[in-house]
């Protein structure tokens, strides 16, 4: 089962179309590609089809390497456009034997709605489908959100992906200094020796640093951080292939 992400983004229809078409803008905002590449096509590629190279980093010391193929429709009668891709990695360690995304853009008359469908199939058989279903999925569904309001930031507030990144990081840090600091606090007896004071204070110190705990985990994001809760996550519906993607067929070598 795939997952649907949609969110409304105050921007110009072409500006977004760029950005998210361009190899090398996407890379920047796309959380899930390390590098992005077209390719020359071949007489093999349906028309409007574009192959395309990409590399994802899985862990710290490993990146993927793949191939795929996206085709686009910038002009459709009802005003709108969508875009399709089809990719996957060769190698045993990438989690997805393939993965296919179907872009949606929706002009009105305050910007545009973005729809975007990702499903992918999992590798490694019945173990490989339960860590999907786990781990792998959900974990992959946050990091299309997250890169989808990166995206949204940039285009309405011009603040750029790595400016954004660095401020996500800042916020994730400090969350994690607060629950340390809550963490130690918990094993202290700073109350002892305060005579009547020190029971009621061994009892609403903990209260207090727990609370503290669940307001630094619950916080919204800043304004200028990614967060994927901004976009409308919705499983995806068992519904036929969509028409611009069901044209795509990987390339047969990576």
């Known amino acids: 089962m795939g ?8 921007a110009d229809l072409d500006e977004l179309w760029a950005r ?16 992005l590449q077209h390719l020359p096509r071949t ?3 349906p028309d409007g089809a574009v192959p395309f190279r990409y590399a994802t980093r899985v862990l710290p010391f490993l990146t993927v390497l793949g191939t795929g193929v996206a085709a686009a429709e910038p002009e459709r009668p009802d005003g709108t456009r969508a ?3 089809r990719f996957a990695a060769p190698h045993p360690l990438s989690p997805f034997a393939e993965t296919t995304a179907h872009w949606r853009y929706l002009p009105d008359a ?8 990702y499903d992918h199939r999992p590798r490694g058989g019945a173990p490989g489908a339960f860590a999907d279903r786990l781990l792998v999925r959900p974990l992959a569904g946050w990091a299309a959100a997250w890169s989808v309001d990166r995206l949204r930031l940039w285009l309405e507030h011009g603040i ?3 400016r954004a990144l660095r401020t996500w990081l800042a916020g994730l840090a400090l969350r994690a ?4 600091c809550c963490l130690l606090g918990l094993g202290l007896e700073p109350f002892a ?6 029971a009621a204070g061994a009892f609403l110190c903990p209260l207090l640093l727990l609370a503290v705990a669940c307001a630094a985990l619950c916080k919204a994001p800043s304004r200028g951080a990614p967060a994927a809760r901004r976009c409308v996550r919705t499983p995806l519906a068992l519904a036929g292939t969509p028409r611009l993607l069901d044209t795509l067929r990987l390339p047969s070598a990576p």
Request: hydrophobic letters at 40%.
């Open 177 to 180: 200094l607060v629950l340390l």
């Open 20 to 35: 998210t078409q361009d190899p090398a803008r996407r890379q920047r905002w796309d959380l899930r590609f390390t590098r």
């Open 43 to 45: 007489a093999a590629e």
């Open 160 to 162: 750029t992906p790595e």
């Open 83 to 85: 875009a399709a891709q």
């Open 193 to 198: 020796g305060l005579g009547p004071l020190s």
């Open 110 to 117: 305050h910007g545009v709605r973005l729809r975007v469908r």
């Open 3 to 10: 997952i649907v992400i949609e969110t409304h983004i105050r």
